[in-house]
């Protein structure tokens, strides 16, 4: 089957390529491959020099990455446990979505209707189940301040979305006013570029950013308020000031999406199809141009999600 295979001599590390076909387990689906969405996280050993994007040094080459795809099943398990041949299904997995077919159990799928397509839902399994995995452990939010770091990108504006739906105040902080645009349409009760302006008394924090900011969102905290670690986008150490995490009880919290991503990823495709959240496609291209989005993904040129269509 053809591949986006991992390879340090090219633009991205990645490239188009051969590789054998998965033979799925036994509770695993075959699934043909439509659309894929890109996350920092797959991508976090490459690297930006002089404008380029270096190799995914992590990985060996010919190895397929990829997280999150969306498709239509080939093949169904052989157990019985997942959807039937010919539907359509997204897919979450720690590697080989960025093929033309993957193997996927059925544990970790959800079944797309018609009316949405594949390119949104792709979005949704890292980005989309982190964003509402990391609220669920803020608690109760309906009518509390919580602050998203990083909230332009994809599970930042899931994030607002989905505390401002669950009744929450949602203040989405951003790196430049231009990144901030949209936001507000989406739930943000405030779009604050930085933390500047953004009153003490949070009931919770989910970041994305790290470095500094994280710091400084932990000073913003009320009692019993809690930090999300959800990223490190900034790629800097966050240093406390001496005692600056003496006091009043509030935590920080290491965050990992974890897996079983089926019944949160069919709460978000049905959200999808109602028309209650937007999935935020800052980029769609041809996963032939795939050099080009990440490229663009790292130097944050893209607002959301970068989808890549396979041809």
Request: proline share 5%; with cysteine.
């Amino acid at each position: 089957m053809l591949a986006l295979l991992v390879d340090h001599d090219v633009p991205a590390g990645l490239r188009l390529g051969e590789t054998a076909d998965p033979v799925p387990a036994s509770d695993e689906v075959l699934v043909e491959v439509h659309a894929i969405s890109l996350n920092h996280g797959e991508l976090r050993g490459a690297i930006l020099n002089h404008g380029e994007v270096r190799g995914i040094a992590r990985q060996s080459v010919g190895y397929v990455p990829g997280w999150d795809a969306a498709g239509v099943v080939r093949i169904p398990a052989a157990d019985g446990s997942g959807p039937p041949v010919g539907s359509r299904v997204v897919t979450f997995g720690p590697s080989g979505a960025w093929a033309r077919l993957r193997a996927v159990p059925a544990a970790e799928l959800a079944v797309v209707p018609e009316e949405v397509d594949l390119g949104a839902a792709a979005t949704l399994p890292v980005a989309g189940v982190s964003a509402l995995r990391a609220l669920r452990r803020l608690g109760f939010v309906t009518g509390r301040r919580v602050l998203v770091t990083g909230a332009s990108g994809g599970v930042g504006r899931f994030a607002v979305q989905l505390g401002a739906a669950a009744g929450a105040h949602m203040i989405a902080s951003v790196g430049s006013a231009a990144r901030g645009e949209g936001l507000a349409e989406l739930g943000a009760a405030e779009v604050v570029v930085g933390l500047d302006g953004v009153e003490p008394g949070l009931h919770g924090v989910l970041d994305n950013v790290g470095g500094p900011q994280l710091a400084q969102a932990f000073a913003l905290l009320a009692e019993g308020g809690s930090v999300q670690v959800i990223g490190a986008t900034s790629g800097e150490p966050t240093v406390f000031e001496p005692y600056a995490t003496v006091g009043e009880l509030r935590s920080i919290q290491s965050f990992f999406m974890g897996a079983q991503l089926a019944g949160d990823l069919a709460i978000l495709v049905g959200m999808l199809a109602a028309g209650r959240l937007d999935p935020q496609i800052g980029r769609r291209m041809d996963w032939k141009d795939v050099a080009c989005a990440v490229e663009s993904l790292f130097a944050r040129r893209i607002a959301g999600k970068a989808v890549l269509d396979v041809s």
